[in-house]
């Protein structure tokens, strides 16, 4: 499967953005999915993560509550909403898919694909 990340940009505090995994291949609903970002100088760290049969969601510490991930598996496609930007969300953000969620979606060796990333910049 590959994927493309779509639906970064430069925001403002306390706006809202929507970021798009499509994907190729393969039919998302095959896979359990995930969002991960990277800031610079920072590791990659998980940000949301949905099971393959979009029953079980989970979230970071740090954006539950403001980012909701989905998925239409219609449109092949996963989505992270963001909503209250803060300037620390800045970060280049890229999803994943994987079949290894037993090992904790939270985990980036839960996934076997990932795509390349969309720059979200939020600024104060």
């Known amino acids: 499967v590959q994927l493309q990340a779509s639906g970064g940009g430069l925001v403002q505090a306390g706006d809202s953005l929507r970021l798009s995994c499509a994907a190729s291949?393969?039919?998302?609903?095959?896979?359990?999915m995930g969002w991960f970002r990277q800031a610079p100088g920072k590791e990659r760290e998980f940000v949301a993560a949905?099971?393959?049969?979009?029953?079980?969601?989970y979230y970071a510490g740090s954006v539950k509550g403001r980012f909701t991930i989905s998925r239409d598996n219609a449109k092949n496609t996963v989505y992270l909403q963001m909503s209250s930007l803060k300037p620390e969300d800045t970060a280049v953000y890229y999803c994943?898919?994987?079949?290894?969620?037993?090992?904790?979606?939270?985990?980036?060796?839960?996934?076997?694909?990932w795509g390349r990333g969309t720059q979200v910049t939020v600024s104060s």
């Open positions: 994943a898919a994987g079949g290894n969620y037993w090992r904790g979606p939270h985990l980036k060796t839960a996934y076997d694909y």
């Open positions: 291949g393969r039919a998302v609903s095959s896979y359990d």
């Open positions: 949905n099971d393959r049969s979009g029953g079980s969601t």
